[in-house]
């Protein structure tokens, strides 16, 4: 395979295309075109050429183009289209991918859109899956699926599943129901066609199968997805009964945006934002996590100015405090980030009591091998034994209490049920900067004695 | 569903089953359960209990848990099998999975091991697996694939499928080759039963599919995957030929390795380490990266002593090191963060110019405005207008420098292909501090006229 490049002179290249209004020339070069490829493409172009091409092309490759656009490019294409162009679209797009745009349209065109619908069982589906929070189960499945009853005949069953089939993009699995709809098992392709056909689907499904309930969070479904192995899973509502069914690709999309989400938090930006948005939206993001910072430096600063007497005769001291700020926020990200995984990919075991017991051996076996040096370095640099050793002790002392706060706040915030990715990063920082500060002046007074 | 959920009481019910020889109630209790449940409990058991388990219970199952195990402890377990007995295990393998295993093992008993499989085709397919890198397109495949000849009827085409899938547990597509074996297309499943039984491959595949080289890298197989959602894709070697297949469950773990990968890289942790390792391996993972953040402390403490003559007339000036070095810091890590982020989600585009030009008048934007409040803050505080604004100018100057510095390095490791994920974290905290510290006393040395 030659893979797809998006290079410069293909966009200029379309622009033309475009602009000449060469329209037998734009479907032929694009025929080939996968959509994912085209949506690339589209990505990059104005509004209105955007338009233009998705009015162009079939709508059964540009309702799959849609899917993949950008939010914004999508919602300005959307906004050219007409409530019928939309619903043409919509026909040609699996449940949760339609109810995905339509959740995105103005409230008061949606209607509009559902009418233009011709297929009134996709219609009425569509709308079944937008009454679910997005960050649901519910959110995420779709509703083509292949199901069939408990007490039908295998001759039965075939029947009908070539029918429902047709909806179906990949069948994964045959679902099986009972009369009130319940989720009851999973069926074999290979026992429907090894056995007689008078047989009834009771006497032959699997009655084990893997559900995730609808109001499951996406994170938990793909863990559960991942663990698993499994390439699709069957979602169930409050009593049991099967409403729909959720595909590994979208659980893909999940863990990406689950890792690009406290990847960001980590270094400090809020939102889910790209290097490609706005200047706006990127300051939107990051401006409050480095105020968060500004305000904790003037904290250790006020910190600093309180011991200013020490100044004359200690100013190494003053000196070092950039590098215990800076350590103490290591350790304090480091322990952190690792409790964020750990909880992240749900394989902490033991009690927060062992956890923290280990994060102190942990902080002071760190601590102390990193204070030896220290303590030769500045004995040696300014020949002073007491204020080297009062450095390097509260050295120790700021890692250990960094380690402490960067394993316990994680912790205690997930117990909460908040999520714990917000502790690591700025806040964690900033928090350590100001307690190592503050540790640190207390700690060379009472060894200096001042 | 109800989940399994790991419980301290259930290992210690399996432990004490152990303990007193109730072989009989330990199959029945782990009967049902899923073979990831069982590497969950067994990764919590001693060597001598992990190992009685995996030869108590069938190798059908068995083999499965072996490739769900935490690495050290599936090495114990392999120590104490024969390798008659660990080639029973790899009999139910795919040969994917099989191949990794073997791959760990000691290279004196390898041979023994592959030489007591008793399919040999099986054998054969993991040797041929060995020699991929671990880190490669080849590295992830499994030989189990369906495919066939063009030159074949639809009717040998059948008759041959239905023994080679047999050996495919989930058979995502038929891949259809050549006589020299190279890959030439797929084939659908309804076309295949909906023609006559007589006509050529040739006449009716589809001539499109998309694969990837054998020495593709892992991310950007995944890449190509996530974005076309794809569930398998074929692997062929230099000259085309079709040699094994990749399917998403794969995929999905090389997405979360390589997310787990940068984070921990962001937060100054390297070696892929978990919560739950040895103290002596999370040292290691840990303490080069402090050490670095002492070096940069050390560094910062130095370039503060060759300013010492400041200290008497302008105290203030230390106090606000901490401040400058965590904003430097912070900025760094949110510019470089949005780099690697885009470089790992392939979605930067436009010239490395653009890209700085864009984060330097973002950084100017955000450094103005975190200015303005800490010139009124300092103003007010201690009443010196000139000190104050040599402090805000350096903040400004500092964010514009941390900024650049943070958006130029991973594009340049990018580059020169080396991760830019090391430039995250620690790394550009570190050289951000020292920088950023004696940017702030040569403006303020120059501001304040001394």
């Not at 734009?26 to 233009?52: C, K, P, Q, W």
């Not at 990949?170 to 009972?178: C, K, L």
């Not at 026992?191 to 938990?220: F, M, Q, R």
């Not at 062992?354 to 030769?376: H, P, Q, S, W």
């Amino acid at each position: 395979m030659t893979p797809f490049k998006l290079t410069e002179e293909l966009v200029t290249e379309i622009e033309q295309l475009i602009e000449n209004q060469k329209d037998t020339e734009l479907v032929s070069l694009m025929e080939d075109m996968h959509y994912a490829d085209i949506a690339e493409i589209i990505d990059e172009l104005d509004e209105r050429e955007a338009t233009h091409i998705i009015k162009l092309l079939e709508s059964d490759k540009t309702s799959d183009v849609l899917t993949e656009l950008d939010n914004d490019v999508r919602e300005g294409i959307l906004n050219n289209l007409s409530a019928k162009e939309i619903a043409e679209e919509l026909a040609e797009l699996d449940t949760d991918d339609a109810a995905d745009i339509v959740g995105e349209l103005p409230s008061d065109i949606i209607q509009e859109v559902i009418s233009e619908l011709e297929d009134r069982e996709h219609a009425k589906d569509i709308v079944d899956l937008l009454r679910y929070d997005e960050y649901s189960a519910g959110g995420l499945m779709a509703k083509e699926l292949v199901k069939v009853k408990e007490d039908w005949t295998v001759l039965t069953c075939v029947k009908e599943m070539r029918a429902q089939a047709e909806n179906v993009t990949r069948v994964h699995s045959i679902y099986v129901v009972d009369a009130d709809d319940k989720l009851k098992g999973r069926l074999s392709l290979k026992d429907l066609l090894t056995t007689s056909t008078t047989t009834h689907i009771k006497d032959v499904y699997i009655p084990k199968v893997d559900s995730v309930g609808v109001n499951e969070k996406p994170e938990e479904v793909a863990k559960i997805m991942s663990k698993y192995d499994l390439e699709a899973i069957p979602v169930v509502d409050e009593i049991g009964r099967l409403v729909g069914r959720i595909t590994i690709d979208d659980i893909v999309d999940v863990i990406r945006e689950e890792a690009d989400k406290d990847y960001q938090m980590a270094a400090g930006i809020s939102q889910d934002v790209e290097a490609d948005d706005s200047i706006w939206q990127l300051t939107r993001a990051r401006l409050p996590w480095l105020f968060l910072g500004l305000v904790g430096g003037v904290g250790a600063a006020a910190i600093m100015g309180s011991f200013e007497e020490m100044i004359s005769k200690h100013a190494i001291l003053f000196f070092f405090t950039p590098l215990i700020a800076a350590m103490a926020g290591n350790v304090g990200v480091q322990s952190s980030a690792i409790i964020v995984q750990g909880l992240a990919n749900d394989d902490l075991k033991g009690s927060v009591g062992n956890r923290l017991i280990k994060e102190m051996l942990l902080a002071l076996l760190n601590g102390l091998a990193l204070a030896v040096v220290l303590l030769l370095f500045t004995w040696f640099w300014k020949g002073d034994f007491l204020t080297s050793l009062a450095i390097s002790l509260s050295l120790v002392a700021v890692i250990l209490v960094a380690g402490f706060i960067g394993t316990f706040i994680p912790l205690f915030l997930h117990k909460r049920n908040i999520d714990p990715a917000i502790a690591t990063g700025p806040f964690i920082t900033t928090s350590n900067d100001i307690f190592g500060i503050l540790i640190y002046f207390w700690i060379a007074k009472v060894v200096l004695g001042i």
